[in-house]
Nanobody, 119 residues
Framework: QVQLVESGGGLVQPGGSLRLSCGAS????????MGWYRQAPGKQRELVAT???????NYADSVKGRFTISRDNAKNTLYLQMNSLKSEDTAIYYC?????????????WGQGTQVTVSS
């Protein structure tokens, strides 16, 4: 069994900051690419940022310069530092990871954490 659990969401005013965390637990051999995705009401899930096991990052144009993705491989934890938040950042944020187990390699999703940007 493998679990991804997000935390750190909440209500924040425009211009504010939040830091999301995603911890992976269970029978894990190693973790390859990890990423954050989000889904706003009435919209499709979209990529926010990804990071390889070696630390190479990729961002959606809408968050470049405001969000920073990072990971702690020793702790199997992914982070997303979100600064200068805008109302359009309001969404449920999901963690995704490609996790290698002894017998297979699969993509896993977390349950999501709500981020609401509003005054």
């Amino acid at each position: 069994q493998v679990q991804l659990v997000e935390s750190g969401g909440g209500l924040v005013q425009p211009g504010g900051s939040l830091r999301l965390s995603c911890g992976a637990s269970g029978s894990i051999f190693s973790i390859d690419d990890m990423g954050w995705y989000r889904q706003a009401p009435g919209k499709q899930r979209e990529l926010v940022a990804t990071i390889t096991s070696g630390g190479r990052t990729n961002y959606a144009d809408s968050v470049k310069g405001r969000f920073t993705i990072s990971r702690d491989n020793a702790k199997n934890t992914l982070y997303l530092q979100m600064n200068s938040l805008k109302s359009e950042d309001t969404a449920i944020y999901y963690c995704n990871a490609r996790i290698r187990r002894v017998v297979n390699s699969m993509y896993y999703w977390g349950q999501g954490t709500q981020v609401t940007v509003s005054s």
